[in-house]
């Protein structure tokens, strides 16, 4: 068996022109454009280029970027600061905190500081708890953006075995929340799983995320599952044996072999973050603006219902 590659390079071009088209939409209806805040604290490098790909992203489909950066040395309640100025700009639809934040900051407790209505990555109490609940509300981007992956590759979830590897908040828990909805039979593993191969060998659908290099091997897969890599790991071009020193979690080749369809590292994962974090600003900036014809109703309305009352 040799797996079907699925294309998360070229579905993420596909869901960005989507939301070009309604986000033009959105600017003919409301005469303005959605906004989004990126807020990087410090100067890591990675981080630097993550944002600077996100910015891009927003212009290439009509979104207003805003770029605030902190020195590194910044305090919990500086970064407190620009977070609520954020949060009280109409301008700005969404924010996202670029993580990791430097070692003395909190980030989860940052990231909580987020209004929940502007909260792109879906990680505020309030979100994850939407979300635990089955609410509507804003998602994880990457969690989103997988479950892209598997529509678009006609994956069947309602029954299906799902293995995930890894917890973090970020992606683990809440892609679980996310194959739960869909009826799939969900098992997450972790550091302390005792058999981390027999869990895998299970699934119908493997998910892996914890970052560390080719930790999926070959026998980890089930013959005919579909293989999700959401992990990106550089080594030096030598070891990765590709151009760009990018591997994921899964040893690639032999779980290819097994497998019915697989995600590439790079071009699997990676590209559907952005243009999930695109749609959630757009879906941000619909509430902002239905928030606010509604209430614009209502003011329209009072005066009339005080004079039927005199």
Known sequence: MSATVIDGKGIAAEVRGAVAADVAAFHERYGRAPGLATVLVGEDPASAIYVAA???????????????????????????????????????????????????????????????????????????????LGRPGLRPCTPCGVMELL?????????????????????????????????????????????????????????????RARLIEGDFVKAGAVVIDVGMNRLTPEEAQNKSGLVGDVDYAPAAERAAAITPVPGGVGPMTIAFLLRNTLQAAQYHAELEAMFAEAERRAPMSEGRGR
């Open 54 to 132: 996100k910015q891009r992203a927003c212009l290439e489909v009509g979104i207003i970027p805003f770029d605030r950066r902190l020195p590194a040395e910044s305090t919990f309640d500086e970064v407190t600061e620009e977070l609520e100025e954020l949060n009280s700009d109409r301008a700005v639809n969404a924010i996202l905190l670029q993580l990791p934040v430097p070692a003395h900051l909190d980030g989860p407790a940052l990231t909580a500081m987020i209004s929940p209505d502007k909260d792109v990555d879906g990680l505020t109490p309030v979100n994850a708890g939407l979300l635990s």
């Open 151 to 211: 529509d678009r590759s006609g994956v069947s979830l309602a029954g299906a075995e799902a293995v995930l590897v890894g917890r973090s908040n970020l992606f683990g828990k809440p892609m679980a929340q996310l194959l739960l909805e869909r009826n799939a039979t969900v098992t997450i593993c972790h550091s302390r799983t005792r058999d981390l191969r027999a869990s895998c060998a299970r699934a119908d659908v493997l998910i892996a995320a914890v970052g």
